[in-house]
């Protein structure tokens, strides 16, 4: 379990070929309660992501902040912000520990703070809040991930364009949760890293 | 009963412009447009305003504007055409936008009305 | 104490026009932008967001946005920034609109702020 | 006390001489509280009106919905549908009556419904409402319309552009009721009008 600058470019490789397999997915999922863009925007972020990682960060701490630069400069949508605010927050945290859910658990917070969203509206917030302490815990599965995508399904948005639409946004899985349980399933699936 | 979309601004850019952001999230919604005066000066004028209820494809339209001034265009326009105009004191974008991810989720007019009231605030 | 405004619009148009509806009452006022995405797509940047900060000639800004998306990169900017930014959950165009008329009248922040208080319709 | 065409005409182009020699000081009163474009835009509305009414209207009703037509079409701002309005209920009631007061007493209604202005609010309605009366009892005077038009001067404005000053509306002529002051002074200049 050890997060070095190695690890953390083979999931953020690996997390870019998930956004690149599932990227009209991602977008389909956001057509009926959003504005269809959602694989698109991470597909230009984690291309912009994996070119800057060809070079090599000089320690954790940079690593994570070019990571959240190049996606804060790239997605163009709410994901861009929110996905940046959490690698900035991760940067910050592993300048003190290489602990990865610790290192999580403040890019959950960063999360919150820049998009304001609780568990329960319907954001990528669900599936962190869901994920993060199973990584603590050491008992992160992909069925726990797929859970934790799949209970946004029923959720009335409370926050992002989902929301405008009011209970019309049930029945839907959120998209934004659905990039992020990639992050979490590319996370397990690293070599030496949980 | 379909439903659709006329903006009215006193500028010819926020006119052209706002209907970009409601088509990302309503592609299938007739949305139309009456920026700036005839002359394409800052203003309103009646005369596009009936010419985007004219070509609004909607039997229904919902109208937001503004600016006071362009309201009373608006209002003058509704009184000389056929089409049945209902018109909203929202914010401007914000109103547009609501009521645009709302018809094309195929949500009713009581409920787009009931989704619109708290963002009321002119007069 | 001077007072600027900053809007930031995922639309480049809406961007570029709504000064043109500020300026007609408030000619005075420094008014800077940033509307779309780097690529000039409907979204918002960051960066765009920075440098409207920074070619505003007020060392208060009084910043509006149209969707939450913007906010969050308006909030980014703001902790990345080194001017005094008041940001406000109004009616993007009626409130920016209210606060140029307010400004050009030399009216302080203070009562600024109590007349936008009833435009606020996000969160 | 006869309304024609010929008053009609006789009336409206003293109106437009009024409008365009003070087109400068209309706009200059709509600056502090507005933006700065009343006297233009009347301008513009009179000048399209003086040239409309060189075709002799067939008669008062067509005369009166010649003018309305001319101001919606060309002036611009906020006193176009205000001032059209106001013309276009003249001409209705100019079918049943060639009375000045009860016609101007419909315009007055007319420009009421389209801006939902009350007197007291710091618009044209207050020049209106003070001097329709003053018509109808054949007592209106210079004196008069002056100050009507200056008791907007304390008002704050409740409709319009200065509304959004609030209390700053204040000290400031409404520039509406100004040219509003021009239109009755037109009317008592009018040969056989009165
Ligand atoms: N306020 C928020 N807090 C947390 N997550 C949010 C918020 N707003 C939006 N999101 C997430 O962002 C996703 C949408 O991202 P994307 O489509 O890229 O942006 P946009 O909505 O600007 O087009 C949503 O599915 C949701 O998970
Ligand atoms: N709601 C209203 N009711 C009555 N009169 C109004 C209203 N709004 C504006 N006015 C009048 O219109 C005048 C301004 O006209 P003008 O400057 O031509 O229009 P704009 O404000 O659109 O630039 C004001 O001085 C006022 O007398
Ligand atoms: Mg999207
Ligand atoms: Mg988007
Ligand atoms: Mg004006
Ligand atoms: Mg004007």
Redesign the interface.
């Known amino acids: 379990m050890t997060l070095t600058v190695d690890t953390l470019t083979s999931w953020m490789n690996n997390f870019a070929d998930k956004i690149e397999v599932n990227k009209q997915y991602l977008s389909d999922l956001d057509t009926?309660i959003?504005?269809?863009?959602h694989g698109f925007n991470m597909s230009r972020g984690m291309e912009a992501v994996r070119e800057k990682l060809t070079t090599k960060p000089v320690d954790l701490q940079a690593g994570f902040k070019n990571i959240a630069m190049a996606l804060?400069?790239?997605v163009?949508?709410?994901s861009?912000?929110?996905y940046?605010?959490a690698f900035l927050e991760m940067a910050k945290k592993s300048s003190s520990t290489d602990d990865l859910g610790e290192v999580l658990k403040a890019a959950l917070a960063g999360i919150q703070k820049?998009?304001?969203a609780k568990p329960g509206d319907k954001t990528m917030v669900d599936v962190w809040s869901e994920l993060v302490p199973e990584v603590k815990a050491g008992t992160l599965s992909k069925d726990k991930i797929e859970r934790a995508v799949e209970s946004t399904k029923d959720m009335v948005a409370k926050?992002?364009?989902a929301s405008?639409?009011?209970e019309?946004s049930k029945g839907h899985v959120d998209p934004g949760s659905e990039s992020s349980g990639y992050l979490f399933e590319a996370l397990l699936e690293t070599e030496g890293l949980l | 009963m379909s439903l659709g979309i006329t903006i009215v601004s006193h500028v010819p850019e926020i006119a052209e412009g706002l209907p970009k952001l409601l088509k990302?999230?309503a592609g299938d919604v007739s949305i139309t447009t009456a920026g700036g005066t005839n002359d394409g000066d800052i203003g309103t004028s009646m005369e596009k305003i009936m010419q985007a209820f004219d070509d609004n494809e909607a039997d229904n339209i919902l109208a937001f504007y503004d600016l006071g001034s362009a309201k009373m265009n608006l209002e003058m326009a509704m009184e000389m055409s056929n089409k049945k105009v209902h018109l909203y004191d929202t914010a401007l974008i914000e109103g547009a936008?609501?009521a645009a991810?709302?018809i094309q989720?195929?949500?009713g007019l009581d409920e787009i009305e009931a989704?619109l009231k708290p963002l009321t605030i002119k007069d």
């Open positions: 009926p959003g504005d269809g863009d804060i400069s790239t163009g949508g709410a861009g912000p929110l940046g605010t820049r998009g304001g926050k992002g364009r405008y639409l009011g019309r | 990302q999230v936008y609501t991810s709302l989720a195929g949500v989704q």
